[in-house]
């Protein structure tokens, strides 16, 4: 997720909202794990310039995510995965947190935290395993289940970074974005994940014969776009998050997940200035032009 750094010596409203959405995307351990992440001194795995960087430091990261939930849904076995183990309708910003704190130590820590990091989510997926409703076995760490949840994550990610992010990559800069992030995925298991943006819209491409929307998937979508665990006075620019993210999904996904292209053939006009609201909106109470790393260390190689 973005680089949460609360910057010192900020106050008043924008401290405040800042501090508040640290909070709640990060959990209670946030503080100590951002110190950690950016002050602890030695080699990271991606040098101050990696595309990685400039992706996972953004705002656009909050549209990203919620694309990349509705996308994976559509996968039959990593949705029963997920369903049955991930606890996320139960705590879901315990998982958001989770999920926010892997990313910040493998895009932002130093390499020694990013293995550590790596072992833990290995392990975890040692123990799950199960059966689908249609009686297929199946284990977390199965690397073809964790390539497509991969892929669908990076490829949201970077689509809303393209549209949303403060500073869009060139074909250069997006190539090197899904090379970063093969590192960490064939660190954790995925089968010889892409490292160029053709190879990433092929792989999806070659996954499309066995996707296709359960009821669990289509559960996943209630929750996520109308039930979400947020407060009344959150909904408004949560809402227009997600209507965004539904706008990031390919069209054949939206259809399986039996979703409308918010907008319609309007959306550019209708429904996208709502996404550059919001995540200008984050943008600003993150603080404007913060680094988004601290420390200058070469990257490990």
Excluded at 91 to 101: E, F, I, N, Q, V
Aim: hydrophobic fraction near 40%.
């Amino acid at each position: 997720m973005t680089d949460t750094r609360a910057p010192s010596g900020r106050g008043g409203v924008r401290g405040a909202v800042g501090a508040a959405l640290i909070a709640r995307v990060t959990g209670q351990q946030g503080p100590s794990n951002r110190r950690r992440v950016h002050e602890t001194p030695g080699p990271r795995w991606f040098g101050p310039e990696a595309p990685v960087r400039r992706v996972h430091g953004d705002a656009s990261m909050f549209v990203g995510g919620l694309a990349a939930l509705l996308l994976q849904s559509l996968h039959p076995v990593a949705m029963t995965a997920v369903a049955e183990h991930s606890g996320y309708r139960g705590d879901p910003w315990g998982r958001l947190a989770r999920t926010s704190t892997f990313l910040a130590v493998t895009t932002f820590g130093t390499a020694d935290d990013a293995r550590e990091a790596v072992d833990r989510v290995r392990a975890v997926h040692g123990r799950i395993s199960g059966v689908t409703a249609d009686g297929m076995p199946y284990r977390a760490g199965d690397p073809r289940l964790l390539t497509w949840v991969h892929i669908a994550e990076v490829a949201s990610f970077l689509a809303a970074h393209q549209r949303f992010g403060a500073h869009p990559l060139d074909a250069a800069g997006c190539d090197g974005y899904v090379a970063d992030t093969a590192r960490v995925a064939e660190a954790l298991g995925a089968q010889d994940p892409p490292r160029d943006l053709a190879g990433l819209m092929a792989r999806i491409g070659a996954y499309r014969p066995e996707l296709r929307a359960t009821p669990e998937a289509r559960e996943t979508v209630r929750f996520l776009l109308r039930h979400p665990p947020l407060p009344w006075p959150a909904r408004p620019p949560y809402a227009l998050l997600a209507a965004n993210a539904v706008g990031l999904l390919p069209p054949w996904a939206r259809t399986e997940l039996g979703l409308r292209r918010p907008g319609g053939p309007a959306e550019p006009v209708l429904v996208r200035p709502g996404g550059h609201l919001v995540t200008g909106a984050i943008r600003w109470a993150l603080g404007p032009g913060r680094p988004q790393h601290r420390a200058p260390e070469p990257a490990a190689r």
